[in-house]
């Protein structure tokens, strides 16, 4: 699925507090890409990635997914683009306290008219022998690789993922964001990271800098280029 993001103008604030937090955002994210948001903080990829997730809205500009503006949509139309198209990976989990591993992921599967196995994901994310443990149960790797499962279970066209290591340390980080390649390359999803930790660009297909609310490179990486 293709993403297109046009001219996105992003203000907070009121009157003399008012702030242009993203000043005219223009990228595309071709299918099946890994795409790496990178910049310092408070340079406005959450809020960017909020815009493109449907849960805060642009003064000017827009969001089109294969060609189709999300700010078109209706109520109904903008959850069941949510709920069919996106994945949401957060930095700090967000599982379900009294559900197992297990469940937290079925939770993702609800609804979902495409859901991957759950058991065989279990096993791709190697959370098999875990199962059973609820959340707090885990380790911070194995919490993110469940969140990752819950994302990932209703096959989204979109993975979009805040800082998805952001709590682990060196060496999970490095796992998670393996499984986050693995994830990709055997289901094809289009996949945004969004980060301040300038490591992460060498795993991805596209890269993206922000500075101050505006784009200041947009690139595909070389070894990428070769391999695809
Ligand atoms: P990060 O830099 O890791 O994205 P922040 O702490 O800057 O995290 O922001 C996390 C979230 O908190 C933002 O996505 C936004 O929703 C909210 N936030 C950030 N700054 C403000 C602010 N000045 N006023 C209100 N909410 C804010
Ligand atoms: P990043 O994710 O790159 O850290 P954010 O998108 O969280 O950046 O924030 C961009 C800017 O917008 C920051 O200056 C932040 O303080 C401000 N901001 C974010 N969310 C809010 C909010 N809800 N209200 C007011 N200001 C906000």
Redesign the pocket.
Known sequence: MQLEIQDIH?F??EGENR?E??KGITANVEEGRICVLL????????????IIGGI?TAEQGYIAINGEKIEDMKEKQLSLYRRNHLGYVFQFYNLIPNLTVKENIEVGAYLSKKALDVDELLHTLGLWEHRNKVPNQLSGGQQQRTAIGRAIVKNPDVLLC?EPTGALDYHTSKEILQLIEDVNKKYGNTILI?T?NDAIKYMADQVIT?RD?QIRKNYLTENKISAK
Not at 39 to 50: A, D, E, Q
């Open positions: 992003k907070y604030g702030i937090v993203l910049g310092p903080s408070g340079s406005g990829k959450s809020t960017l990635l909020n805060e805040d969004v301040h922000l609310g």
